[in-house]
T-cell receptor, first 112, second 110 residues
Framework: ETGVTQSPTHLIKTRGQQVTLRCSSQ?????VSWYQQALGQGPQFIFQ???????GRGNFPPRFSGLQFPNYSSELNVNALELDDSALYLC???????????FGAGSRLTVL | GIQVEQSPPDLILQEGANSTLRCNFS?????LQWFHQNPWGQLINLFY???GTKQNGRLSATTVATERYSLLYISSSQTTDSGVYFC????????????FGKGTKLTVNP
């Protein structure tokens, strides 16, 4: 148990659909980051939220968007799904001034 | 942007053997972490080590920041050590964007 919970664990979508992935973090994690991990690769930074505002973004198109809520939960939304969006999506919580990220177990998305 | 290279990409050991995993990075960093990803995808932080040496049981890590590399040592390996080991670096420090290497896949056979 890491203190970061993600749902759903697995899901299958078809090309063009939209998906929402959820993350629940423990209190004290006032930053939340999302990473995409393609098969056989290291995780890639999508974006980070701090105090409900986007606070840094990686090289991902605008159809990847997010929300952070006051109760330490967060969402990752992906519109117009493409086959290459198939990946493990990881959420990570971090505290202000903390150096270590705590990752959830991930949501595995398959796009057909 | 900063580049992170890990070696070897794959490593197969017999239980009880020792191993060294290497991470090279292309620029100065304020944040370096080693992670273990188990077969179910869970990433577990092993060390936060932007410089110096740390030990935790059978695992230890050393980062030589001036030469831009870090080493992860696993001694007396066990089958439960199997998985992928990632090195991740950040340039700002704190819980900010991390750039991950491609990982070293470790298989420990009984």
């Amino acid at each position: 148990e890491t203190g970061v919970t993600q749902s759903p664990t697995h899901l299958i979508k078809t090309r063009g659909q939209q998906v929402t992935l959820r993350c629940s973090s423990q209190s004290g994690h006032n930053t939340v980051s999302w990473y995409q991990q393609a098969l056989g690769q290291g995780p890639q930074f999508i974006f980070q939220y701090y105090r409900e505002e986007e606070n840094g973004r990686g090289n991902f198109p605008p159809r990847f968007s997010g929300l952070q809520f006051p109760n330490y939960s967060s969402e990752l939304n992906v519109n117009a799904l493409e086959l290459d969006d198939s990946a493990l999506y990881l959420c990570a919580g971090g505290g202000s001034g903390a150096n270590v990220l705590t990752f959830g177990a991930g949501s595995r998305l398959t796009v057909l | 942007g900063i580049q992170v290279e890990q070696s070897p990409p794959d490593l197969i050991l017999q239980e009880g053997a020792n191993s060294t995993l290497r991470c090279n990075f292309s620029d100065s960093v304020n944040n370096l972490q080693w992670f273990h990803q188990n077969p179910w995808g869970q990433l577990i932080n092993l060390f936060y080590i932007p410089s110096g040496t740390k030990q935790n049981g059978r695992l230890s890590a050393t980062t030589v920041a001036t030469e831009r590399y870090s080493l992860l040592y696993i001694s007396s390996s066990q089958t439960t050590d199997s998985g992928v080991y990632f090195c991740a670096v950040g340039v700002q420090g704190g819980s900010e964007k991390l750039v991950f290497g491609k990982g070293t896949k470790l298989t420990v056979n009984p």
